[in-house]
Each structure stands twice: as structure tokens, then as C-alpha cells.
């Protein structure tokens, strides 16, 4: 039974015994969620997939990630990060191995299923963690670091593996890959210190509903929620397909402007978290960063429609850089709310994102589908056009509403202000 105390722990062994194993976790989740966009081709070509039945294998992830979401959230806040973890990348390092081993759709579906709900705790396991041990004026840039591990993953998805292909088949890249999984599940169960998230009582189903309760939790979502799924859904295979089939790059210029992309990540998630602890020190919120990138970020997806060829390489990249703002939601959550609530807070939110991402990338794999791909397999431009202004326009709703919300705000403010003046004068220090 892991102590009920959070021992004190200096900020060189926070990094080496917590935000190195659980970040390594993230890493590795975020590969294995990304590496179907450089793998494409050799599943369409090796199972003559289409394009439905592709966005439907590899948000299969997706889908099985959202459903641990809320298990998870409870065991996290009632067992701690460390046990947890343990367990579910042993899991995902089994579902790994057997999509090596795969030869067939089905089997395929399966394994992937098995991988998104072993993984389903990578991310908030570490939130969970950094919560416990960080200060929490310290969490939107130790976080930025935490997604940027992440972005690394995401990189490492595509030229790497792509390398890696030239010299083997993608089943022995799973192979290693499911090894290098049960290693990071031990490595967490020997290093990471034995603390509970939580002395209070065991948290139950029921409890779920504090989180949905807190009015930080729904105005977050609001704006951010459509806008985060848009972005993991696209980002993990059809940015890929969309280069291919429109701009017509070969494999490998598309698997080094992905690079390119997912490596933006790091850099991305690293600004986000300085410019929102910036931003704090001057008392602007930290959702007000949040809106701003969300805008930006449908404002690149406007232009994607318009498919201007010059500029297809420069928003495969701004897609991905720009997206890596909808990540900002977690600091949100982690700032307003109580610590014994953030396993079950981290975790429903990514349930909330994960069924979105699941619902994106297989509904722009139908969309897509809707028109014949030519000879060569590629859809066209106009496909993808149509695909990407739904997108745009689902997301619209939440900026208009967060509009909305901070307009009253304002304006109450000023008028308060005038009465202020008219009545009492202005307000002057004590001598």
C-alpha cells in the first residue's frame, strides 16, 4: 500500500524519479497514436484498405482511450500514478505486440483497440504526478515540457519510422516497439516515488460529477474541447493523406514535412507554456491565451480550404504548431481546480477529446469518401476542401460563445466604473 503522504522531494529528483518515466510514457503514446500517418501506405498497400476502413483502424485508438478515460481517472486518484501506469503500459505493450503479429483487418482493429486503452493513462498519469510534486504556478511550463515530450513522439512517428521501414518490416517495428512499452511500464514501478494522489475518501462514479460541476471545467471545454479533438484527430493521419492526395508529394517528402510538423510540437508546447506563465504574471487569464490560440488555429484551417498550392507545405506545419495550443486546457484545469480532483478532471476531459477525435477521423475518412479516388488512390482536392470547412465550422460555435461571455464581463466592468466616478469620485491611495 503506497503512504498517504507526499514526501518532499527537491526539483532535481521530481525531474529524474517522476517527470523523466511518466514523460517517457507520454512519448511513447504519442508515437504509437501518430505512427499510422507514416504507416498508411503500407497498410492500404498490404491490406487493400480503403479510405474509410483506414480512418476507421486507426481511430480505433481513439475510441478505446476514451472509453478507460473515467476507470482511469478514478484508479489514478484512488491508487496513484505510479501502480496505474505500471499496469496499463503493461497492457499496452501486449496490445503492441499483437498488432505486429497481425495480418488482417479485424486482428489489426483489435491490437489497436487493445494499444489506445493501455495508453489511456499516459497522459494524465503524468498530470497527475506533476500535480502532487509542482507548484502550480510552475504547471502550464512544466506541462508545456510534458506535451513537448509528446511532440517528440509525434516526430519520431515519421521520418524515424520511416528509416526504420527501409531496413525492416512495420510487424519488427511493432516488435521493439511493444518491448521498449513494458520497459517504461518497470522503469516507473522501480523510480517513481510510493505517494496517493488523495488521503480523502475513495473516489466512486458519482464523484466524476464534481468535475462536471465546476464551472472552470465547462467554460474550458467549451472553447477548447472541439478545437483539441480537431487537431488529434487530423494530426495523426489525415495531414498525411491530405499532402499526398493534393499537393501530390511522394512518401517521402511527406513523411519528412510531418517531421517537420510534429517536431514543431516541442518548440510549440514549450512557447505555450511561457507565454501563459507571462501572461499570469500580468493577470491575464489563462483561458484568454487559450481563446486566441484557438482562433488562430481555425483561421489556419479557413486557408486550408482554399488548398492555394504555394502554401500547402507552410500549413501542413502551422496546423500542427498552431493545434499545439488546444493542450492549454490541462494548465486551465490544474489551476482551478483541487488537486484531489485532477486524476478524474485530466481524465474526463480526455474522454471528452478522445471520442471528438475518434468521431474527426473517421468522419473525415467518410466525408473523403464520398468522392472516387483516381487511379493512383488519391482523393480530390475538393474533398478534402469540404472535409476541412466542416471542421472549421464546428469549431465556430465555441469561439462565439466565449465572445459572448467575456463581452458582459467587460462591459459591466466599465459601467461600474462610470458610476464609481459620478458618485464617489475617483478612488485615491491613503496619505
Not at 510552475?138 to 509525434?154: D, E, K, M, N, T
Not at 514543431?264 to 487559450?290: K, P, Q
Amino acid at each position: 500500500m503506497e503512504t498517504k503522504s507526499v514526501p518532499r522531494l527537491s526539483g532535481v529528483t521530481v525531474f529524474f524519479h517522476v517527470f523523466l518515466p511518466f514523460a517517457l510514457g507520454h512519448y511513447l503514446s504519442s508515437l504509437l497514436r501518430n505512427v499510422n500517418a507514416v504507416l498508411a501506405p503500407h497498410l492500404v498497400g498490404e491490406l487493400a484498405l480503403t479510405s474509410g476502413q483506414l480512418g476507421l483502424l486507426t481511430s480505433a485508438f481513439f475510441f478505446t482511450f476514451a472509453l478507460a478515460q473515467l476507470p482511469i481517472g478514478i484508479a489514478l486518484d484512488r491508487y496513484g500514478p505510479r501502480r496505474v501506469q505500471f499496469a496499463l503500459l503493461l497492457l499496452a505493450a501486449t496490445g503492441v505486440m499483437l498488432f505486429g503479429s497481425g495480418h488482417t483487418f479485424t486482428q489489426l482493429v483489435v491490437a489497436r483497440a487493445i494499444i489506445g486503452g493501455g495508453l489511456g493513462g499516459c497522459f494524465m498519469s503524468a498530470v497527475k504526478a506533476m500535480s502532487m510534486w509542482v507548484a502550480p504556478a510552475r504547471l502550464p511550463s512544466v506541462q508545456g515540457y510534458l506535451i513537448a515530450a509528446g511532440g517528440l513522439g509525434a516526430a519520431s512517428a515519421t521520418m524515424p519510422v520511416r528509416r526504420i521501414l527501409e531496413h525492416t518490416d512495420w510487424h519488427t517495428l511493432f516488435n521493439m516497439l511493444g518491448m521498449l512499452t513494458a520497459c517504461t511500464a518497470v522503469l516507473i514501478w522501480l523510480v517513481t516515488p510510493r505517494a496517493r494522489g488523495t488521503g480523502g475518501p475513495p473516489p466512486s462514479v458519482r464523484s466524476v460529477l464534481d468535475v462536471f460541476r465546476a464551472p472552470a471545467f465547462r467554460q474550458t471545454i467549451s472553447l477548447v474541447l472541439v478545437p483539441h479533438a480537431v487537431f488529434f484527430g487530423i494530426q495523426g493521419l489525415w495531414i498525411g493523406r491530405w499532402l499526398s492526395d493534393v499537393a501530390h508529394f511522394p512518401d517521402s517528402a511527406v513523411a519528412y514535412l510531418l517531421y517537420m510538423g510534429m517536431a514543431s510540437v516541442i518548440f510549440g508546447a514549450i512557447a505555450v507554456g511561457m507565454i501563459t506563465e507571462w501572461a499570469g504574471r500580468r493577470s491575464i487569464a489563462t483561458l484568454d491565451v487559450a481563446a486566441i490560440g484557438v482562433a488562430l488555429f481555425v483561421l489556419v484551417q479557413v486557408v486550408m480550404v482554399c488548398s492555394w498550392r504555394p502554401s500547402l507545405q507552410l500549413l501542413s506545419v502551422l496546423f500542427v504548431l498552431v493545434g499545439t495550443v488546444t493542450g492549454i486546457e490541462y494548465a486551465v484545469i490544474a489551476q482551478n481546480l483541487p488537486r484531489e480532483l485532477m486524476g478524474r478532471a485530466a481524465t474526463c476531459l480526455n474522454l471528452l477529446i478522445f471520442i471528438g477525435a475518434f468521431f474527426v477521423q473517421a468522419g473525415f475518412g467518410q466525408i473523403v469518401g464520398v468522392w472516387q479516388p483516381d487511379f493512383a488512390g488519391h482523393y480530390p482536392a475538393v474533398a478534402y476542401q469540404v472535409g476541412f470547412g466542416v471542421l472549421a465550422l464546428v469549431q465556430m460555435p465555441g469561439l462565439l460563445k466565449y465572445g459572448l461571455r467575456r463581452r458582459p464581463v467587460k462591459c459591466g466592468i466599465a459601467v461600474l466604473t462610470l458610476k464609481e466616478e459620478y458618485e464617489i469620485g475617483p478612488l485615491r491611495s491613503p496619505r
